[in-house]
């Protein structure tokens, strides 16, 4: 902790103060060694110096104090600056090309079943940016028209979509892309994924699909139809073959993750890679929102389930993107910004045994030609 103005004032004034004891003494001295007439003349000399030195001293203090003031007042704007930025850091994270994706999105798998585009608009009204589709979600045009009616201008929302696997290949991705484009309404997409690395576990020919399906994502992205390129349910051993000739790294990784199935070996291997992961399913699909651990966390911190859950992911450096059919858990999924888990918290949520599984494993999936 640096001085405070006060303190550093009050000392300057004891210094002027030991001057002046020193200056009384030097006089005392000199009394008793000369004349009155020299000591006389030597008083009036002394006090013009000491008065003229206290002038001089006093002078110099307050432009130290106004300079003090201004640092101080400085270093206060700045600490505030600094405090902001790390509040807004929180509700954004940032991919290695710079894209800046939010921290909490609204996921939209079997969202709109009941109540089409309007579950979108009200996603909109709770406050969501991120909306995270794919062309298997059969959702993309109701999302469309829920973007336009909005009147949210386009590049204040944040579209994500994805391409199924039996439509990977060069040109087959690149028509899926123009299908999700046109039923989407835009002419181009922030995020887009290959949802999953195979069609079936005897897909043999996977690898080389992977490798020409990418580089279809890689022109997209260099022609500017797509802001970032990423996976989704892709391991370790799926990437590593991509990366074998990609040109242009993923910058995210979308999987299953929340407390219960944490999948750390991939998220390690991500965070090596500098490949965000992002959490599908982050309440395991409610089915980890009863778990006594994380009930017992949500009373002591008055909140939710389903925050305690969130808010556990986007501490452990992960973007969220949760699903919620009603405007109030739209809300009470955005609201994770005004309380921290501590680290021991973190911990025990990261260690919890396994629970909530999908059971979806992008190695036994089978998924329809
Ligand atoms: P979630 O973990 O988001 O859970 C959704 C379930 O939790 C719903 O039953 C919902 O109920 C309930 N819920 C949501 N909020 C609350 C709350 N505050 N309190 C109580 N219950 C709540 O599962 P999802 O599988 O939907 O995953 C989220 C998104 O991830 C998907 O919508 C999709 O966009 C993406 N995803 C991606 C996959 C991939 O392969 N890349 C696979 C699966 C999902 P209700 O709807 O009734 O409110």
């Known amino acids: 902790m640096g001085k405070s103005i006060s303190d550093a004032f009050e000392e300057v004034m004891a210094k002027v103060g030991e001057i002046g004891v020193q200056a009384g003494e030097a006089v005392k001295s000199f009394a008793e060694s ?4 020299r000591l006389a003349r030597g008083m009036k000399k ?3 110096t000491a008065a003229e030195g206290i002038a001089k001293g006093a002078k110099m203090a307050a432009a130290g104090i106004k300079e003090g003031s201004q640092i101080a007042s400085e270093a206060i704007k700045t600490n505030a600056a600094k405090k902001k930025a790390g509040r807004e850091q929180k509700r954004n994270f940032t991919l290695s090309n710079g894209v800046k994706i939010p921290a909490v999105g609204y996921g939209t798998y079997l969202s709109t079943e009941n109540n089409g585009k309007q579950t979108i608009l009200d996603a909109f009204e709770a406050g969501y940016r991120y909306i995270d ?4 979600y059969q959702n993309e045009k109701e999302i469309g028209e829920a973007i336009k009616e909005s009147g949210i201008s386009r590049d204040e929302i944040f579209i994500c979509s994805k391409v199924w696997p039996t439509m990977l290949g060069k040109d087959r991705l690149r028509e899926s892309f123009d299908a999700s484009c046109e039923d989407l309404q835009t002419d181009n997409l922030d995020m887009y994924l290959i949802h999953w690395p195979k069609v079936s ?9 992977l490798q020409d399906s990418w580089e279809a994502m890689e022109e997209l992205y260099e022609e500017g139809r ?3 390129i990423g996976l989704s349910n892709f391991l370790p051993h799926h990437i590593r073959p991509l990366l074998e000739t990609a040109r242009i790294k993923p910058m995210l990784d979308q ?3 929340h407390a219960g199935y944490m999948q750390e070996y991939a998220l390690q291997y991500l965070r090596k890679e500098r490949i965000l992961a992002q959490a599908w399913s982050p309440l395991g699909r409610a089915r980890v929102l009863n778990d006594e651990r994380v009930r017992k ?3 002591e911190y008055d909140k939710t389930g389903a925050q305690v859950l969130l808010r556990f992911l986007i501490q452990r450096g992960i973007p969220v993107i949760p699903k919620a059919s009603s405007l109030e858990r739209m809300k009470e999924n955005l609201d994770v910004f005004d309380f921290s888990l501590t680290s021991d918290e973190i911990s025990y949520l990261s260690c919890i045994t396994e629970t909530g599984w999908s059971g979806e494993h992008p ?3 089978e998924w329809e030609q």
């Open 34 to 37: 000369e004349s009155t007439e």
């Open 255 to 257: 999987l299953e993750l």
């Open 226 to 228: 797509i802001k970032a």
């Open 363 to 365: 190695d036994l999936a």
């Open 297 to 299: 966390l949500a009373e």
């Open 133 to 136: 589709t794919a062309r298997f």
């Open 201 to 209: 576990q005897n897909d043999e020919e996977w690898i080389t699909k």
């Open 46 to 48: 002394g006090t013009r």
